[in-house]
């Protein structure tokens, strides 16, 4: 099996926050906003009824999702308000308007696909969603002090199935049973919807009884980041790292990125991490079940 540390959610490029860490709710990672042809953040809702634009307003302290791009007179890069975002990994149904059959899915495309594909990435692999988070009040909807900006991982999916939306057949099943997905809009030569697996199943972990997609709670055990550390790309996989030493991790290999006294530096641009999960490895197995919370 294959693990893919796969970031996704705001930076500071796409929406310019963190993702909030509200105590003793689910880890909400806010989708990336986008120009337009998405879904509007006033139409998506949390855990307890409040929108995403009101949470974005808060923490954002009123200036809202905002996203860079390129000024085509000047050449430099320029930040504009947004109010629609690219809703994917689509892990929970937070719609507020319930009028379709909602059902779980994952897209890429382009190059991350590209580099999804020629590592072999298939069924039975397992996607681990982290992004950019900091801990916040949920009343208030302020950050909390003293911030530390963290990497965590808050969700995930075991594939089960992979649409090639390059494939006619398979692009039109796509639009048929998930036509609110962003990826069956796309007109691309890379571009795939993984579907999860019903319920996950993983080599040495028995004790299983989760569905083969979610979204989780803050822990310790999913934190990347380094305690204390300044930088969010600076992780010890929550003091499991004899278990990654030697492990092969894409975009972090013959370049200046990797180990480096106990520290994994992460490429800050990668998107997708890819290793081989070595269920044999005591020390691997106890950081997934810790993920996982198995």
Same mark, same amino acid.
């Given at each position: 099996m294959k693990i893919i540390l796969s970031r996704k959610g705001y930076d500071s490029s796409y929406g310019c926050i963190a993702s909030p860490i509200f105590d003793g709710k689910p880890l909400l990672s806010l989708p990336i906003p986008c120009e337009s042809g998405g879904t509007k953040y006033s139409d998506l809702t949390d855990f307890e009824g409040k929108s995403y634009n009101d949470i974005i307003m808060g923490l954002s302290g009123g200036k809202g999702a905002r996203l860079s791009i390129k000024d085509s007179a000047s050449g430099k890069m320029?930040?504009?308000?947004a109010s629609e975002c690219h809703l994917d990994p689509d892990l929970e149904n937070r719609y507020a308007k319930d009028n379709f059959e909602?059902?779980?899915?994952?897209?890429?495309?382009?190059?991350?696909?590209?580099?999804?594909? @020629? $590592?072999?990435?298939?069924?039975?692999?397992?996607?681990?969603? &982290? !992004? %950019?988070?900091?801990?916040?009040?949920?009343?208030?909807?302020?950050?909390?002090?003293?911030?530390?900006?963290?990497?965590?991982?808050?969700?995930?999916?075991?594939?089960?199935?992979?649409?090639?939306?390059?494939?006619?057949?398979?692009?039109?099943?796509a639009k048929k049973e998930y036509p609110w997905h962003p990826h069956t809009k796309f007109d691309k030569k890379m571009n795939k919807l993984y579907i999860p697996k019903d319920k996950l199943a993983i080599e040495n972990i028995s004790s299983l009884k989760a569905k083969g997609y979610g979204v989780f709670e803050f822990s310790k055990d999913r934190q990347l980041t380094a305690k204390d550390s300044a930088k969010r790309c600076e992780w010890d996989f929550n003091e499991h790292e004899n278990?990654? @030493? $030697?492990?092969?991790?894409?975009?972090?290999?013959?370049?200046? &990125? !990797? %180990?480096?006294?106990?520290?994994?530096?992460?490429?800050?641009?990668?998107?997708?991490?890819?290793f081989d999960y070595d269920a044999s490895d005591e020390n691997m197995r106890k950081w997934l079940a810790g993920v996982l919370g198995v």
């Open positions: 320029v930040a504009i308000n909602w059902k779980p899915a994952f897209g890429q495309c382009d190059a991350a696909e590209s580099h999804l594909h @020629k $590592n072999g990435v298939g069924i039975g692999d397992l996607f681990l969603f &982290y !992004g %950019w988070f900091r801990h916040a009040d949920f009343d208030s909807l302020k950050y909390k002090s003293p911030v530390q900006d963290l990497h965590v991982i808050w969700g995930y999916m075991q594939v089960g199935e992979i649409l090639n939306l390059a494939c006619p057949e398979d692009l039109a099943r278990a990654f @030493k $030697n492990v092969e991790i894409t975009y972090n290999i013959n370049n200046s &990125y !990797g %180990w480096h006294n106990n520290i994994f530096h992460a490429a800050p641009r990668g998107q997708e991490f890819i």
